[in-house]
């Protein structure tokens, strides 16, 4: 089945550094991938859509130059935190949707980082 | 606009009973919809996806059916084994290029 690889697991950065955390496909091709960012005991909140070759989409509230998102192949999405605060501290999941068509196509997660700035 | 819901929020059973969870979603028309499987500190496990012109799915002791007419659909755990606490999402997909819609989700416990 598909398979989404997403690192680092963990982090830990100082205040006002920057973390990258890639998403990767490893099966499939994923024209469209998705970040989300999910608060202890709640549900998933959608951050940004990444598209294949073009800016990425973001949901209203989220700070596109804080949260850089760079999808640079149809395997590969990066989301870079910028000057990292505690308040950004938190689970970031990725997930994509197979480029194929067709309602039997659903989304692959990552396994989600877990970044922590002290 | 699309909404899922989720009940119940939380559940304990005993070991070895079967259980049902409920999602529902407000507007009928949907590609498909997913339930999923989320372990703490970790990602998204695909259960089931059901596309929109079936009715239900099985994996295993797992049975996900769809009513897209009522807006609804189930997961049935049967034989709950203590491996299966986690929380359970269901995912809506209104269209073929649209995102996922999440419920809340229901966390499940199972007691040994």
């Known amino acids: 089945g598909a398979v989404v690889s997403q690192h680092p697991s963990r982090v830990i950065c100082k205040s006002g550094t920057s973390v990258k955390i890639e998403c990767r496909s490893l099966?499939?091709?994923?024209?469209?991938m998705f970040w989300y960012r999910q608060f202890p005991k709640q549900s998933l909140m959608l951050m940004a859509t990444s598209n294949e070759g073009s800016k990425a989409t973001y949901e209203q509230g989220v700070e596109k130059d804080k949260f850089l998102i760079n999808h640079a192949s149809l395997t590969l999405s990066t989301l870079t935190v910028t000057s990292a605060h505690p308040e950004d501290s938190s689970f970031y999941i990725c997930s994509a949707r197979d480029r194929g068509v067709g309602p039997s196509y659903g989304y692959t997660f990552g396994s989600g980082t877990r970044l922590t700035v002290v | 606009k699309q909404e899922v819901t989720q009940i119940p929020a939380a559940l304990s059973v005993p070991e070895g009973e079967n259980l049902v969870l409920n999602c529902s979603f407000t507007d009928s028309a949907i590609y498909n919809l997913q339930w999923f499987r989320q372990d703490p500190g970790k990602g998204l496990t695909s259960l089931l996806l059901i596309q929109s012109s079936q009715r239900e799915q099985t994996s295993g002791r797992l049975n996900a059916s769809l009513d897209k007419s009522s807006g609804r659909s189930t997961l049935y755990i049967a034989a709950s084994q203590p491996g299966d606490s986690a929380t359970y999402l269901c995912a809506v997909r209104p269209n073929r290029d649209d995102k996922i819609i999440f419920g809340k989700g229901t966390r499940l416990h199972i007691l040994p």
């Open positions: 099966d499939f091709q994923a024209t469209t």
